[in-house]
Each structure stands twice: as structure tokens, then as C-alpha cells.
């Protein structure tokens, strides 16, 4: 055959494919003229992440990223195009770790956030006492002592003089200590006889009489009297939320809505309830609670599909310990500011490795909450013995093969040991950047300075190779993920004029990804979300400014153009 003849075959063979070859469907949606950031590192370290102009979507992935010439060429006659105009795309913030109802609930209740004195604490309590009918509950949160001139922390009796008609608790920001008045003890029956519960403590005066401070499990007695939330007001608090959620550019949510507490099942359901009713406009995968018998986790994970990439229930959370903000999270050594107390431990730990075992064996993913060191210890030992157990008996892990993704949440106060074991084991260091600045007025003075150069190591986990997912950790602290963006790359606080162990923050790319890919590995997910490439769900955002390329606290006043879920514009700004 001569070269003419040679090359009309050919010809003629690619004509053929070419008749043959499915029609590619045309895109729904092509974004133009942007700086995208795709969170696709070039190396390993996220040094360096490669950008595009463009980008195409059909349904509700990601079909091509590229150049605006070559994307355009995509566009067919139903394609909608958006000019970015030259603003930044990114992909949606995956918070790792909130508590999505209950920062719902803040707005239905009083809401102590920002109180600046014991004043100003019972003021705002006093206005919630003239909107609501005696004998009624009111409950809420978010008092900090340490804020206030005198840092001490309030009584039942500062609350008596505001209200004795009504039962009051409320608790402190950090979640793990509350207040309640004489009413609410009485009806919780705490009294000068009550002992304390494993894994809690009631506070009492000189003649041991409760004073209304009551830490970790000891609030559970006040839990079990106080009403349940109607369905209405559940739902309520839930949308509100998820409204909150879309403005500040968060796509995704592994939640904790108090999975502790009863009827937290509900929460669920009003979710799925949300999904159905086509409103449901973030991922959510709910976690749930590691203490409930084996038989109700297995029947509340089969109740929903696990495929679902919208709504589905994740991994089993535990608490090792509490805060170290009311000197409950579990320390190796004493408190440097109360050397008598080392904090709460709430596990026995032969008991936690056999629960450990018995749920790895039923396929769930594990995470513990874990602030202090010794908490830290107690999770990194357990995890060691069920791994080793579970290689032994070939268990296989949540996505069905061995790497298990075990989770520490929070992981505030570690020993550079503790993050070579997270290295190890493999552990997955679920952390929230803008605990620092929450916390910087006073943790030094809870750790003294060789602790606390080791607390909140987040540059230490990035060297040594530990998977970092970031979260925000609300109500419990600010969702906003512009301010754990801040926090992660400054460790200042947010006037500038205080820095914490500066040599312990990230570069802006390091902390994007936390808060993308890292948070989307946490939840087996990584192949789903996080990036911005071909095949990956949708969910991007578009910023008002170039967080990697403004100082840092310009990064501060970030505005949230447009958020994007499966393709779907759930929030634009007006």
C-alpha cells in the first residue's frame, strides 16, 4: 500500500469513530474569566496549587477545567455561562467538626456570647426572663469567665436574683460546663446529697451545698429534665444553620449534633425531612453517638443510604475528656493555674478498647474527642491496641479495606511523641485553627509555657506528616473559615497585638487544604470533594478577594460572593 492510499485509510478509520462515539453532552454550566484555585497541589506540600480560568459543569460534577478558549468551545445552546470577572474560585470549605442543631438552637435561646461581665451575663438572662412565662425553661449558652474583670465563674445564686419562677441553664462556650439555677437543680433532684457522676463533677461551697456549676457528665441530670424541642423548632434552628453555613462558604459539614443528648436521632430525620423537600443545600455526614448500643448505631447507619453524597451518617464520636477552658480536659501533669486538679478523664480504659473492638468489627469509623494529653494518650493507646487487634482479626474498615481513618478531634494539648504516634497509627488530626484565638488569653496560663509550646501543633503535624482536617468546632466558637484561615497562618489575635507560638502556624495553602482535601479524607470522601477537577462534585466558591495573595488580616473581611453545591447556587451575594 503507498503513503496515499495508507493515510485515506486512516482518514477513513477516524471518520468512523468518530460516527461511532457517544454525543458528549454539553455542559450546564461554564464559569468564565476567574482565577481558580483547584486545590490540586503540584507537590506534595501544597506549596504550589494549579490554577484555571475556567471551568465546566454538567449535572452535578465538574466536567472540564481549563483555559477560557478551550472551556467556551464546551458551551452548547442551554449552557448558563457566568463572567467571574476576574474573582476567586475555590473549592467549599469542609468543616470538619461542628454542631449544626445546637448553633441553631443559640438563636432560639438566650444567647450569652460576648457577655463582658457577670452584669452583663444576668442583664441578658433578665431579658429572656420578661419574654417568657414562669415555670418555663430558658437555657442557652456562650458565657466565657475568663473574659470578664473578675474571672470568676458565675452561681446559682447570681441567677436566683434574676429569676426564682424560672428553670435556668446555661452553659459555657466550650460545652462542657454549665450553670443552673436553684429551680433547675431542684427539678434535676442535685442536691447536698448528690454525688458526683463518673466522668463529672458538681461544684459545691464551703458547706458542700451545689453552687450551679456543674462539668461534664454531671449536667446530664439537668439534660434529662429540660423539655424536648418540638419538631417545628427543630427544623427551625436547623435552617437557620444551614442558611449560615451557605453565606459563609462551607459546602460540606461532618456534624455532632449533640449526639450525646436524647432525640438527637430526630435532628437526622428533620435533615432527611430538609433533603426531600429539596432544601437541603450543604453535605452533611452526621456522626453518631459511640456509647449507644451496637444494635441502635447499626439500625440508625442502615436507615439512610451511604451512598447519598448529600445526607448520610459518618463516624462514632467519643469523649475522652473535656476543655481545657474549664479545666476539664485530662492532663499528664496538674494545671499550672490549679495544681490540684488534672482534669476529667470519662473512660475506663480495658472498657474503651472492648467497645472499641466490638464497633470496628461492625464496619464504623472511629473518632474520639480528646483535648488534653492524657486524653490524647488514652485515644492514641486505645487505637493501638484495636488496630493491632483488628489486623489480627482482618477487620475490615468503614470503606472496606484497612486503612480505618481513625480521628482525633481537637487534639489541643500533644507531646511530640503523641503526634510521631498519630504518624504511626495513621491518625487523622481533626483540629479548629480559631480555638487559638479564642484561647490565647489564657492557656498559658492553664499549661505554663512548655506545655503550651507544644499545644495547638499544627505546624508539628504538618512535618511529621499527620493528615490535618480543619473545622470550626460551632457554636462552641466562630464558624466563620476566614477566621481558622487567619488563625492557622498568623497565630495572632485578630487586633494583631498578641501571637501565640508563632513558630506553630501553616503557610495559606497548607491551611486551605485542611480545610478541603484533609477534611474530605477524614470522611472518606477524598475522591468526591476537596478539588477542583474533572469528576469532583461541584461545590466551589467565590470570594471578593485572592485569600493566598492579600496580607493576612485582609483575609479577616473575605466576603462570600456565591456559593456552589452540586452545581446549584445555594447562596449569592446581593
Known amino acids: 500500500m503507498n503513503l496515499r492510499a495508507l493515510l485515506f485509510a486512516v482518514f477513513t478509520i477516524s471518520i468512523m469513530q468518530a460516527q461511532n462515539q457517544p454525543t458528549q453532552p454539553k455542559p450546564d454550566l461554564i464559569l468564565l474569566h476567574g482565577n481558580i484555585y483547584t486545590g490540586v497541589a503540584v507537590t506534595s506540600s501544597f506549596h504550589e496549587i494549579k490554577r484555571a480560568q475556567a471551568m465546566a459543569v454538567s449535572g452535578e460534577r465538574i466536567v472540564a477545567v481549563g483555559e477560557d478558549a478551550d472551556i467556551l468551545k464546551l458551551k452548547g445552546p442551554g449552557t448558563q455561562v457566568i463572567d467571574l470577572g476576574g474573582h476567586f474560585v475555590m473549592p467549599g470549605f469542609n468543616d470538619s467538626h461542628l454542631h449544626l442543631a445546637e448553633a441553631g438552637f443559640e438563636r432560639l435561646t438566650v444567647d450569652l456570647t460576648g457577655v463582658k461581665s457577670l452584669s452583663e451575663f444576668r ?18 449558652g456562650g458565657w466565657d469567665q475568663t473574659r470578664w474583670p473578675v474571672k470568676e465563674l458565675p452561681t446559682r445564686w447570681d441567677i436566683d436574683e434574676v429569676t426564682t419562677d424560672h428553670p435556668v441553664f446555661v452553659q459555657r462556650v466550650d460545652g462542657h460546663i454549665a450553670v443552673a439555677n436553684t429551680r433547675a437543680l431542684q427539678l434535676a433532684n442535685i442536691t447536698i446529697a448528690s454525688k458526683d ?8 461551697d464551703s458547706t458542700g451545698e451545689p453552687n450551679g456549676i456543674l462539668r461534664e457528665t454531671a449536667r446530664d441530670a439537668v439534660f434529662a429534665v429540660i423539655p424536648l424541642p418540638t419538631h417545628d423548632k427543630r427544623r427551625q434552628a436547623i435552617e437557620a444553620s444551614l442558611q449560615e453555613l451557605a453565606q ?76 481545657l477552658g474549664s479545666r476539664t480536659a485530662a492532663l499528664l501533669e496538674p494545671y499550672a493555674d490549679d495544681p490540684k486538679n488534672s482534669g476529667l478523664p470519662r473512660y475506663d480504659q480495658a472498657k474503651l478498647i472492648e467497645m472499641v473492638m466490638e464497633r470496628a468489627e461492625a464496619g464504623f469509623q472511629l473518632g474520639f474527642h480528646a ?29 472496606g479495606g484497612d486503612d480505618y481513618r481513625l480521628r482525633i478531634e481537637h487534639a489541643q494539648v500533644t507531646t511530640p511523641a503523641q503526634i510521631a504516634k498519630f504518624k504511626e497509627l495513621k491518625v487523622v488530626a481533626s483540629m ?8 490565647m488569653n489564657w492557656a498559658l496560663d492553664r499549661l505554663g509555657p512548655n506545655r503550651a509550646a507544644n499545644s495547638y501543633a499544627w505546624a508539628e503535624f504538618q512535618k511529621r506528616g499527620v493528615k490535618l482536617a480543619f473545622g470550626s468546632d460551632y457554636p462552641y466558637d466562630q464558624l466563620s473559615p476566614f477566621r481558622g484561615l487567619y488563625a492557622a497562618v498568623t497565630r495572632r489575635s485578630e487586633d494583631g497585638k498578641k501571637e501565640y507560638f ?72 446581593k
Open 123 to 140: 442583664e441578658r438572662i433578665r431579658a429572656r426572663v420578661e419574654t417568657t412565662a414562669p415555670g418555663e425553661w430558658i437555657v442557652g
Open 197 to 204: 457522676p463518673a466522668g463529672g463533677h458538681i461544684d459545691r
Open 248 to 323: 459563609s462558604g462551607i459546602t460540606s459539614v461532618q456534624d455532632n449534633s449533640d449526639a450525646e443528648a436524647p432525640a438527637s436521632w430526630e435532628d437526622f430525620q428533620i435533615l432527611e425531612e430538609i433533603e426531600r423537600d429539596g432544601k437541603l443545600t450543604a453535605r452533611v455526614s452526621e456522626w453518631l453517638p459511640f456509647n449507644a448500643p451496637l444494635d441502635t448505631l447499626q439500625a440508625h447507619r442502615a436507615a439512610h443510604p451511604q451512598s447519598d453524597n448529600m445526607l448520610h451518617t459518618g463516624m462514632l464520636k467519643a469523649f475522652m475528656d473535656g476543655s
Open 371 to 399: 483535648i488534653g494529653d492524657k486524653g490524647v494518650q488514652m485515644a492514641l493507646d486505645t487505637f493501638a491496641a484495636a488496630e493491632k487487634e483488628a489486623g489480627e482479626k482482618k477487620v475490615k474498615a468503614a470503606n
Open 432 to 439: 479548629q485553627p480559631g480555638h487559638v484565638l479564642s484561647d
Open 502 to 573: 508563632p513558630e506553630q502556624k501553616v503557610t495559606m495553602e497548607q491551611a486551605i487544604a485542611a480545610y478541603t482535601t484533609g477534611s474530605a479524607f477524614a470522611e472518606f470522601a477524598e475522591k468526591e470533594k476537596g478539588t477542583l477537577a474533572p469528576g469532583m462534585l461541584a461545590d466551589f466558591i467565590v470570594l471578593d478577594r485572592d485569600v493566598t495573595a492579600v496580607p493576612p488580616a485582609r483575609v479577616l473581611e473575605t466576603k462570600v460572593l456565591r456559593t456552589v453545591v452540586g452545581g446549584k447556587t445555594v447562596y449569592e451575594a
